[in-house]
C-alpha cells in the first residue's frame, strides 16, 4: 500500500484522491498522467495532449482539476473564517471608496477581490459585510466532449477519483428531458460535463448556473480532433467564445486531449474572410504543426505543455491488426464465421446506421443477440445497450462511430470494421475500444475490392509500408456457414414482407373507423392480400425450422444449447483469435506483401488495358 502511494504522491496528487484511485486498483500512473499532472498540479501549466485511446488521459486533466477545486475550496473555507471576524458595522462605505470594486461583479469575482483584500477588510472593522452572500454554489469546470456515452464515462472516472469529496459532478446531453438538467443544475454541480449543443441549448435560455460559464477556473476539450472540425460542433466555438469573452482576467486551465491530435489526416480549412459568393472559397490542408496551433489560437492557450506519446502508427502496441479481404455478400459469412469460431466480447463498426440495423436484424436471426448502437435510438436505450454489453462476456455490439470514440468498456476481445472506415482517426478509434489499459486486443477490417482506395490512403496516413496480414479462415467450414446465413437472409426478407402486410392492414382499418366505412371482408382480403400473409407465415414457419436445425447440426459441436453464448463457450473446435494470428504471424513473418508493390502492379495493369 505504502509502494503505492509513493507512486502517486510525488505527482502532487492528495491522499484523499490517492485513497479513491487504490480503491479502484490504480495502483501507478499511466504514461500521459506521469507527464501531465505534475506540470498541471506544480506549474498550473495548459496541457495540451496526445496519446493512443485507453491510455489514462481522462484522469490526466481530472486529478488536476479534482484537486484544484480542493485547494480553491480551502481558500475559500479560510476567507469566510477571517470575514467572521470583522465587527459588522458597514462595508458599504469602505466598497464605495475603492476604485477596484465593481458592483458588477459576479460571484466567483467578488471571492477573488475578497481574498486579495480580506486582511484590508479585518483592518477596517467598521465596515458591513454579509459574507453569507457569497455564492456557495460556484461553478469551476466545464468538460466538453463530443457523445453522450463518453460524457456519461468521464463522470464515472470523475466520481470514482472524487469519492472521498464533496465536489459535485454533474452531466448534460441531448436526449434527456430539459426539465431534469435543469433540476441537475439547480444543485450547483461544481464540475459540469457536456455536449456542445445541449449545453448551448440551456446557456441560451438563460440557466443561472450556467451564467457563471465566463468565470469557470478548468476548461477542457476531449477528443478534440473531432470537436474542432469544420460545421460538426459550432455550439462549440460559441461556446469557447462565450468563455473568452470575459474583459477582467480570470485565471484558467485549459486541458485538450486526443487519440489522434497530431495525425497527418489533413483538415480542411476555409479561412473566415469576405468572399464573393460567385467566387469559389480557397480550401487550406491544415498540416500537423498547423493543427495544433490552430486549437492554442482558438482557446487562447498560454504556452502549453505540448504531450505527444502517440506512435507513428497511431495505434496500441498490444493491438493485433489483420484483415480479410472478400466480396461484398460474403462479407456476412465471414462474420458469422468469425463470431462462432472466435467466442469472445466483439464490437463491430459499420460506416452508416442503416448497415448497423441490417446487421442487428441478420444476426438477430442466427441467435447471437446482437446489442445495435447508433445517433438514431433513444439515449436511454443506448445507456441501456452499452450496460448490456458490459456486463456479457460474449457479448455483440454493433455500432456507427458514435460507439468509436473515448468509451471505457473493459474486456473488448474483439474489434470488427464491417467497412473500411473513411478516415485514419476513425481507424485508430474504433480499434481503441480494445487492447486497452495494458491488454492485448485484436482488429479485423473487412474488406472488399472497391474499398481498396480508402484502405490505400488509411496505410499511408498511418506510415504503414506493408499490408496488414489477412486472418486465416479454413474454407471448408463456410459451406455451412453459407447455408445458414443465406436462409437467415431468406427469413430476414418474409418477415420484411409480413411486417408490410401487416401495416397495410392496420392503415386500412384505420381509415375506414375514421370514415365511418364497412368494409367488405372478401374485398377487404383481396386488397392486401390475406391468403399471401397466410403463405409468407407458413414459410417464415418452415424456414425458422429448417435454421434451427442446421445449426443444431452444425460443424461446430455436437452438443447445442438454445444460448448461442453458451454454445460458444462449450465449443471445442473455437480457438482465440489473438492467438490464432500471432502463431500466423510467427510462422510468416514476411508474408505481407509491400504496399508500393500493389500500386505498381496495378498502374502495370492499367497501362496494359490502355495499350489493348
Known amino acids: 500500500m505504502l ?328 462479407k456476412d459469412y465471414y462474420l458469422y464465421y468469425f463470431l462462432k469460431r472466435h467466442p469472445g466480447r466483439t464490437l463491430i463498426f459499420c460506416n452508416s446506421i442503416g448497415c448497423v440495423k441490417r446487421l442487428a436484424t441478420l444476426f438477430g436471426i442466427l441467435n447471437c443477440s446482437p446489442l445495435p448502437l447508433h445517433a438514431s435510438m433513444p439515449q436511454r436505450q443506448r445507456l441501456k445497450n452499452l450496460e448490456r454489453f458490459q456486463n456479457d462476456y460474449y457479448g455483440l455490439l454493433i455500432a456507427t462511430d458514435v460507439a468509436a470514440r473515448g468509451l471505457d468498456i473493459p474486456c473488448i476481445d474483439h474489434v470488427i470494421h464491417y467497412q473500411v472506415p473513411r478516415t485514419s482517426e476513425s481507424y485508430i478509434h474504433r480499434s481503441g475500444r480494445t487492447a486497452r489499459a495494458q491488454k492485448e486486443g485484436i482488429t479485423i477490417l473487412i474488406m472488399e475490392p472497391s474499398e481498396t482506395h480508402f484502405y490505400t490512403r488509411l496505410c499511408k496516413t498511418l506510415n504503414r509500408t506493408e499490408d496488414l496480414p489477412n486472418f486465416p479462415i479454413i474454407d471448408s467450414l463456410l459451406v455451412d456457414i453459407k447455408e445458414i446465413v443465406n436462409i437467415a437472409r431468406e427469413i430476414d426478407k418474409f418477415e420484411l414482407q409480413y411486417r408490410r402486410k401487416n401495416y397495410q392492414k392496420g392503415w386500412l382499418h384505420k381509415i375506414a373507423n375514421e370514415m365511418d366505412v364497412l368494409i367488405d371482408d372478401e374485398q377487404f382480403e383481396n386488397t392486401i392480400g390475406i391468403e399471401g400473409m397466410t403463405n409468407v407465415k407458413r414459410l417464415l414457419k418452415v424456414k425458422r425450422n429448417h435454421l434451427s436445425n442446421l445449426i443444431r447440426k452444425s460443424f461446430f459441436s455436437n452438443s447445442y444449447s438454445k444460448n448461442c453464448n453458451t454454445f460458444l463457450t462449450i465449443n471445442e473446435n473455437s480457438q482465440k483469435a489473438i492467438d490464432l494470428m500471432k502463431q500466423v504471424i510467427n510462422e510468416n513473418p514476411k508474408s505481407s506483401k509491400r504496399l508500393l508493390s500493389i500500386c505498381s502492379r496495378k498502374n502495370i495493369v492499367k497501362k496494359k488495358k490502355k495499350i489493348a
Not at 484522469?59 to 477545486?69: E, S, V, Y
Not at 466545464?142 to 470523475?158: C, D, V
Open 3 to 330: 509502494n503505492n502511494i509513493e507512486n502517486w504522491s510525488p505527482l502532487g496528487v492528495p491522499l484523499v484522491i490517492i485513497k479513491a484511485l487504490l480503491e479502484q486498483n490504480f495502483c501507478s500512473p499511466t504514461m500521459i498522467q506521469t507527464l501531465s499532472i505534475p506540470p498541471a498540479i506544480f506549474d498550473h501549466r495548459d496541457i495540451l495532449g496526445a496519446a493512443e485511446t485507453g491510455s489514462g488521459k481522462t484522469l490526466a486533466f481530472g486529478i488536476p482539476i479534482i484537486n484544484g477545486i480542493l485547494e480553491l475550496k480551502k481558500q475559500k473555507e479560510s476567507l469566510k473564517g477571517k470575514l467572521k471576524k470583522i465587527n459588522i458595522s458597514d462595508i458599504t462605505s469602505y466598497k464605495s471608496t475603492d476604485k477596484d470594486y465593481n458592483d458588477d461583479f459576479n460571484s466567483e469575482e467578488k471571492l477573488n477581490y475578497l481574498m486579495k483584500n480580506s486582511d484590508n477588510l479585518i483592518k477596517n472593522s467598521k465596515a458591513k459585510f454579509n459574507y453569507e452572500s457569497i455564492s456557495l454554489k460556484p461553478l469551476y469546470a466545464i468538460i466538453l466532449t463530443p457523445t453522450r456515452e463518453l460524457a456519461y464515462q468521464i463522470k464515472n472516472h470523475l466520481s470514482k477519483a472524487a469519492k472521498f469529496t464533496d465536489i459535485k459532478i454533474a452531466v448534460l446531453v441531448g436526449g434527456l428531458a430539459a426539465v431534469k438538467q435543469e433540476r441537475i443544475l439547480s444543485k450547483g454541480p461544481e464540475i459540469i460535463i457536456a455536449t456542445p449543443g445541449r449545453l448551448w441549448e440551456l446557456i441560451f435560455d438563460g440557466n443561472p448556473h450556467l451564467s457563471k460559464i465566463r468565470t469557470i477556473r478548468y476548461l477542457v476539450i476531449d477528443e478534440t480532433d473531432r470537436m474542432m472540425e469544420k460545421g460538426h460542433f459550432l455550439e462549440l466555438q460559441k461556446i469557447i467564445e462565450i468563455i473568452n469573452s470575459k474583459k477582467s482576467e480570470v485565471i484558467r486551465q485549459i486541458f485538450v486531449f486526443s487519440a489522434t491530435l497530431t495525425l497527418v489526416h489533413n483538415v480542411s480549412y476555409y479561412p473566415q474572410s469576405k468572399i464573393n459568393k460567385n467566387t469559389k472559397q480557397k480550401i487550406l490542408e491544415l498540416l500537423p504543426a498547423q493543427k495544433l496551433q490552430k486549437v492554442i489560437e482558438m482557446l487562447k492557450m498560454k504556452h502549453p505543455k505540448i504531450i505527444d506519446i502517440t506512435k507513428t502508427t497511431g495505434t496500441a502496441k498490444n493491438l493485433t491488426e489483420c484483415r480479410i479481404v472478400c466480396n461484398i455478400d460474403h
